[in-house]
């Protein structure tokens, strides 16, 4: 039975998801599809690849994953599906791709879109679907699509690093208000060549370890710890990191609008100090 995970910034409020799943059981009723999940923010690429990535991430080679994330970015006239590392991988030509997969992919084609048809989320589904099909009766991926298309790239949002420090930008809060940073542990070590180290983010706030768990600390402080993907992490135990300290996901509207304002009422990036 093949596998298909579904991940999306529809939101759970209506009817969509539900039609997204028929349409593609309509095509392949032997699908298993898995939500990731469909609660991602608007137009926010840096949350979006560093969700999908590490979800793709553990699942085995012949998995089929769609991305259905700022579908409508530009008027888009195809869409791409992309075979990585075994993986098949369907989404939108906005420079995700390439962010979820921090490289070009190995394979890619473009979907054409009937120029008839009215371009919408059931419509685009209908088409990944068609080609999901044709995949799983045995279609090479190049005899699906374009496979010249020169795709859009947007390069993965990636710390900043110097001599003796290491910026991060916060790319996720999770349910718990934890802090997700895109500074993963090999980098953090490789910058760190086993100095001591603090860990600062709103002015006055430093912590200098790394813990296991959030039981390492008492209940209420905060700590660091490198999570389950392996990306540094900031939380308190048994509180909310981000309301707490004022900590806001990473995003290109916001930090435009933090620059307009030449203030920052939320901060989106934390910093090591390497001594």
């Not at 989404?91 to 995700?96: Q, S």
């Not at 279609?139 to 949002?157: M, R, Y």
């Not at 490789?190 to 813990?211: A, L, N, P, T």
């Amino acid at each position: 039975m093949p596998l298909l995970t579904l991940t999306s910034d529809i939101g759970q409020q209506d009817f969509l998801v539900g039609a997204v799943k028929g349409r593609l059981l309509q095509e392949n009723p032997d699908l298993s599809i898995i939500d990731i999940t469909h609660q991602l923010s608007p137009f926010n690429y840096a949350q979006a690849a560093y969700v999908s990535r590490n979800a793709i991430n553990n699942f085995s080679a012949g998995t089929f994953h769609l991305v259905l994330v700022n579908l409508f970015d530009e008027k888009p006239e195809h869409l791409l599906l992309a075979e990585h590392n075994g993986h098949i991988i369907g989404c939108a030509d906005n420079g995700l791709l390439t962010m979820i997969l921090e490289e070009v992919p190995q394979k890619i084609v473009a979907l054409a879109l009937d120029k008839t048809q009215q371009k919408n989320t059931i419509y685009c589904t209908a088409v990944f679907a068609k080609a999901i099909a044709d995949l799983i009766s045995g279609k090479k991926i190049e005899e699906l699509g374009d496979a010249a298309v020169s795709i859009k790239v947007k390069n993965p949002l990636r710390p900043m690093l110097g001599n003796n420090w290491i910026e991060g930008q916060i790319i996720f809060i999770d349910n718990f208000e934890n802090v997700i940073v895109n500074i993963a542990k090999e980098e953090f070590e490789e910058q760190r060549k086993g100095r001591s180290f603090k860990i600062v983010f709103k002015r006055d706030e430093v912590i200098d370890k790394i813990s296991e768990t959030y039981a390492d600390v008492t209940e209420g402080e905060k700590l660091a710890l490198f999570n389950s993907a392996g990306y540094l992490e900031i939380a308190i135990n048994k509180g909310n990191a981000a309301g707490l300290f004022g900590l806001q996901g990473f995003s290109e509207k916001q930090q435009q609008q933090n620059q307009q304002r030449d203030s920052r009422l939320f901060y989106q990036t934390i910093k090591v100090y390497f001594e």
